[in-house]
């Protein structure tokens, strides 16, 4: 019978192993602990993870809605440059009367299907110019003393070309923005209405957009 004993030692000599003791010959019991093993330390345990809440704000999403339903009427106006001269030579501009009142009603009228306003309604009606004119001036003129809303357009004198402005018209508190395209002709142009009101197919057009797209 073979000595293990001597010839694991002469093995573990070789190898550099440092294995337990041997405790009888020819039975071979393993050191219960490895001394080339690689110890791992514990991993400190994490805290629980809480979810991450996003609130989402609605501020864009109500300024939207509200810029949607605000009323908002376009009207094509057109007026030729022709000048008059006064008694004492002097010149004066020709003129155009624009009507917010009567636009902002057929609005309503036409887009909203409603004619319900009343006399009292229309009395009680407040306009407000919102824009100015860039080339020329615009002034109330008073037809009716109870009921207002009628404006005149004058261009400067020798202007040719596009102009604009916009009237805010209140009827029992509902608001509608009268934006008026104002185009200034040379006297006695032919189809100044259809060579200048080419905005949209009618006249007048509504330019707002509802909630509906509409």
Same mark, same amino acid.
């Given at each position: 019978? =073979?000595?293990?004993?001597?010839?694991?030692? @002469?093995?573990?000599?070789?190898?550099?192993?440092?294995?337990?003791?041997?405790?009888?010959?020819?039975? /071979?019991?393993?050191?219960?602990?490895?001394?080339?093993?690689? @110890?791992?330390?514990?991993?400190?345990?994490?805290?629980?993870?809480?979810?991450? *809440?996003?609130?989402?704000?609605?501020?864009?999403?109500?300024?939207? +809605?509200?810029?949607?339903?605000?009323?908002? @009427?376009?009207?094509?106006?057109? *007026?030729?440059?022709?000048?008059? =001269?006064?008694?004492?030579?002097? /010149?004066?501009?020709?003129?155009?009367?624009?009507?917010?009142?009567?636009?902002?009603?057929?609005?309503?009228?036409?887009?909203?299907?409603?004619?319900?306003?009343?006399?009292?309604?229309?009395?009680?009606?407040?306009?407000?110019?919102?824009?100015?004119? =860039?080339?020329?001036?615009? *002034?109330?003129?008073?037809?009716?003393?109870?009921? +207002?809303?009628?404006?005149?357009?004058?261009?400067?004198?020798?202007?040719?070309?596009?102009?604009?402005?916009?009237? @805010?018209?209140? /009827? =029992?508190?509902?608001?509608?923005?009268?934006?008026?395209? /104002?185009?200034?002709?040379?006297?006695?142009?032919?189809?100044?209405?259809?060579?200048?009101?080419?905005?949209?197919?009618?006249?007048?057009?509504? *330019?707002?957009?509802?909630?509906?797209?509409?």
């Amino acid at each position: 019978m =073979k000595n293990w004993t001597a010839e694991l030692a @002469l093995l573990t000599g070789l190898l550099g192993v440092t294995g337990g003791a041997l405790a009888n010959a020819g039975s /071979i019991e393993s050191d219960p602990i490895d001394s080339h093993a690689m @110890l791992i330390p514990d991993m400190p345990a994490l805290p629980p993870q809480r979810p991450t *809440i996003i609130l989402v704000a609605q501020t864009n999403q109500a300024q939207d +809605s509200t810029k949607r339903s605000e009323r908002v @009427l376009g009207v094509c106006e057109v *007026i030729d440059n022709e000048e008059h =001269k006064g008694a004492n030579g002097e /010149i004066y501009p020709n003129s155009d009367d624009i009507y917010a009142l009567s636009s902002a009603l057929s609005y309503f009228q036409k887009y909203e299907h409603r004619n319900d306003f009343t006399s009292e309604d229309l009395k009680g009606a407040k306009t407000t110019i919102l824009q100015q004119p =860039k080339n020329g001036a615009l *002034i109330e003129v008073v037809t009716d003393p109870d009921i +207002s809303g009628d404006y005149r357009y004058t261009p400067n004198a020798g202007y040719v070309g596009s102009d604009s402005a916009e009237i @805010l018209v209140e /009827i =029992k508190g509902i608001k509608v923005k009268v934006r008026f395209f /104002i185009h200034v002709t040379e006297y006695r142009e032919p189809n100044p209405y259809d060579n200048n009101c080419n905005e949209a197919p009618t006249n007048p057009w509504k *330019i707002s957009v509802d909630g509906n797209g509409n």
